[in-house]
């Protein structure tokens, strides 16, 4: 009966990060080159965890899985965006973009869980070295990330269950290059704010205890190093500033668009950004520029053309 009442929205129109056609320009050679650099470094991590018997251990499993969660989540917006700034065609169909909202939640809810195991793998490497590859075996890391990306199902299988029966007839313009969730709900014809407030309560505190909690963690190592061998608290504060830094880059933006009481617009593109193409640059860069062993890594697999060569013949 109420459906009969309203034009059912078909599509939806982005209005993109900027209006002037200069900005536009930068934005899109910008996001291209971004993404080119997001590609072969994220790449290149999942090539070599994958190909290179070096790295094939638990931590380095982990770093794969989060290099391959990096990649979707950006290839998930950034090549659109290119696609609208390069065409000025700003649109999305109501499908696609229940789609890309529902992906963006299962890479995001696993992305955490993620994070989380590799705190766990860097406290078993740290605090109980002589257990590390009992305790972190081959069957742990697959349970893991299946669970990581399990949680992040229902997480957001969770999230589209409050509003995929939402009525919408009208505007149907989003502030933005993506569909964002709290965008979508707020073009609902029908009162958002119980709505609103479930799903902010579900991503904004998910991310807010997650963070909390892989900092205590990181806290707790730090702390049991420093009672065991002050000489090695330099050590693991070397090898978890990158761990923190990740975490950092990630939580931070998703804790404010959620959490933070005055949302801003132009702050919430820049925060999407920083998500969807900083920081999937900034994980390659701390785990290879910091790390002997993908250095290592690097020289070896630019030499493994010749090395194959030489090795058939």
């Given at each position: 009966m109420y459906e009969a009442n309203y034009t059912e929205v078909s599509e939806f129109v982005f209005l993109g990060l900027s209006t002037t056609t200069p900005m536009q320009h930068f934005l899109l050679g910008f996001s291209v080159v971004f993404y080119i650099t997001i590609i072969l470094g994220n790449m290149f991590i999942v090539f070599a965890v994958t190909y290179d018997p070096h790295l094939h251990s638990p931590m380095y499993f982990l770093l794969g899985n989060l290099s391959f969660i990096d990649l979707?989540?950006?290839?998930?917006?950034?090549?659109?965006?290119?696609?609208?700034?390069?065409?000025?065609?700003?649109?999305?169909?109501?499908?696609?973009?229940?789609?890309?909202?529902f992906i963006l939640h299962v890479l995001g809810g696993s992305e955490m869980v993620l994070l989380i195991a590799m705190a766990l793998d860097r406290y078993v490497a740290i605090c109980k070295p002589l257990h590390y590859l009992t305790i972190?075996?081959?069957?742990?890391?697959?349970l893991l990330v299946s669970g990581a990306w399990v949680i992040g199902l229902i997480h957001s299988?969770?999230?589209?269950?409050?509003?995929?029966?939402?009525?919408?007839?009208?505007?149907n313009e989003i502030d933005s290059f993506y569909c964002d969730l709290p965008s979508f709900i707020k073009l609902a014809c029908t009162d958002t704010y119980r709505m609103e407030f479930m799903v902010t309560a579900n991503s904004g505190f998910i991310s807010t205890g997650t963070f909390i909690l892989l900092i205590i963690s990181y806290i707790f190592i730090l702390v049991t190093v420093r009672k065991r061998s002050s000489g090695g608290l330099s050590k693991a504060l070397s090898t978890l500033s990158a761990h923190i830094t990740v975490v950092v880059l990630f939580f931070g933006p998703c804790i404010?668009?959620?959490?933070?009481?005055?949302?801003?617009?132009?702050?919430?593109?820049?925060?999407?950004?920083?998500?969807?193409?900083?920081?999937?640059?900034?994980?390659?860069a701390i785990y290879t520029l910091r790390n002997k062993d993908m250095k290592m890594a690097m020289r070896r697999l630019t030499r493994w053309p010749s090395y194959t060569s030489n090795k058939s013949s």
């Open positions: 979707c989540l950006s290839t998930l917006t950034v090549p659109k965006m290119i696609s609208d700034l390069y065409s000025g065609h700003n649109t999305i169909s109501f499908q696609g973009c229940v789609i890309q909202i972190m075996s081959p069957r742990m890391c697959i299988v969770a999230q589209l269950a409050f509003v995929v029966h939402l009525p919408f007839c009208g505007p404010f668009v959620y959490m933070w009481p005055f949302p801003t617009v132009q702050v919430d593109k820049f925060l999407a950004i920083l998500d969807f193409m900083i920081t999937p640059i900034l994980n390659p």
